[in-house]
């Protein structure tokens, strides 16, 4: 496994693993890797010939109070799994070198970042986009892979590929969990015992809100509510949003729309705060028919031995 | 020459095109092309195997009062220019191919967008830096290639192109005049008779004004002072902005500074209407000590007989 620290080091060591029309799986990501980021190392395997992992704690994408001086890092473990999963070259630069001068150019993406988490983290997309762009230039892979997990940033980076023509494909992949269902994440660690047992929560809700949806008369409204009272229910939960939207395009559903008579995909997303710890996640809840172009809306179970395709779980 | 209408055309006739690793050479234009762009080709001729052009005038960059619907065209006579000036492809796409949906991703560079025409035109280098980066997706040159009469442009993009990580060379190209002076411009045909005898003020005060700067006690002030009284001897010249700024980060030098002792290259720009055409011309103004990276500082003169290094005229 080839690891490159300087922009120098990755455009030779990729010019050499480009020979032979060989073609690149990307996988981007902050670091502190779990079995969700292996998920996408895997699928990127199958699909490739050469894979590329970045490892970078992007602080354009943190706010000024955002938890980006104790966001968690360990990188000989991340080196670890990355060679486990079969990466082929990690790119792990410094700050300085993503960022040399202060950087005067922002890929900013509009309008599916008025929600959700652009609604409640201002500029963070600017600093996705950016960095996005930035290691896109730099690897320039065929294929990159993210997580559903973050759905609403798979729906911004779809959109500024193809709004700016980049080519590459992006794949989205499904949300690996908990054997209880929680969504897994980098900032799951700093949960205490009694927070990390009440964040079920959010699983267990998304799971009952797919079968609401399916009730004559419930709304977008109306389904918003039940689900802000079940997150309540757990004692340290403080709700920072719960939305249903249009997915991909992350806009709203006319409010008087019965849910079960709706023809496109939706999304139920939510944020909740444990103490100083955020946590996302989030369910596609598909039409009965499915006239979709969303894919992966299957969900993972990270328990040993569920990584054929004959074990998959639905979360719904 | 390969015509490509549309995307899918394109990347197929590339690939093609890149076998054997061939160098391409970008001029993006906006058509109606003339003797600056041919420069722009021939220079791109010297320094790659392929050479692809494009034409494409960008709605995203013309304010909701400028010329959008006017801005000339002639297909016919662009594409006999190409192909004499040794272009291998010519990408002529529709604004429907070029924005098939509304988009809603924009490439914005801040603070060198802050002057010149980036104040007087709001919006526009947001809609350069948009399509530039979609047409370096798109064609994934080598180098690309921009005349310095847009030597905003050109700052633009060389800092896009930094902070974005873009895998191109820019080669920034000497501005190309009418043996009277007057810089080509594909505007130049808006103007009347009596107009274009008066346009000649914009470059005979730019030589003017790079002797009037080694004068003891000037400073940026009192020659953009001088350079506007000369301006305006023009009867019908209307003054948009004249503005003296370092180059390439375009912001202003030290009012107090004397311009002799000014070890930085600085710019000289200027924005002139004459009826509803908008002039630009620019020059820079080297330090007497040159400590610069600006590159092109020569200008050329367009009369016959004139394309051959050993004739290049300066302007100064």
Known sequence: MII??????????????????????????????????????????EENDVIVLSIFVNPLQFGPNEDLDRYPRDEQRDLALAEENGTTLVFLPSVQEMYPQKPLTSVIVNQVTDRLCGATRPGHFDGVGTVVSKLFHLVNPDRAYFGMKDAQQVA?????????NF?????????????????????????????????????????????WKEE??????????????ALNAAGEAVIDYVELLRYPSLQPPEAAAELHTFAEPLIL????????????????L?????????????????????????????CR
Chains 1, 2 share one sequence.
Request: hydrophobic share 40%.
């Open 216 to 229: 004559r008369g419930m709304t977008a409204e109306r389904l918003e509510a039940k689900v802000k009272e």
């Open 167 to 211: 080519d590459v494909k992006v794949v989205a992949c499904p949300i690996v969990r908990e054997p209880d269902g929680l969504a897994l994440s980098s900032r799951n660690v700093y949960l205490t015992p009694e927070q990390r047992e009440q964040a079920v929560v959010l699983s267990r809700t998304l799971r009952l809100a797919a079968e």
């Open 269 to 284: 997303a939510l944020a909740v705060k444990f103490g100083a710890t955020r946590l996302i996640d989030n369910h596609i």
């Open 4 to 45: 490159c620290r300087t922009r120098a080091e990755l455009k030779l060591a990729l010019s050499n693993l480009r020979e032979h029309n060989k073609s690149i799986g990307f996988v981007p990501t902050m670091g502190f890797l779990h079995e969700g980021h292996a998920s996408l190392l895997r699928q990127a395997k």
């Open 286 to 314: 598909q039409a009965t028919e499915v006239h979709s172009n969303v894919q992966n809306d299957d969900e993972i179970q990270a328990s040993p031995g569920n990584r054929n395709g004959s074990e998959l779980e639905l």
């Open 156 to 164: 911004v980076i779809e959109q500024m590929v193809s709004d700016l």
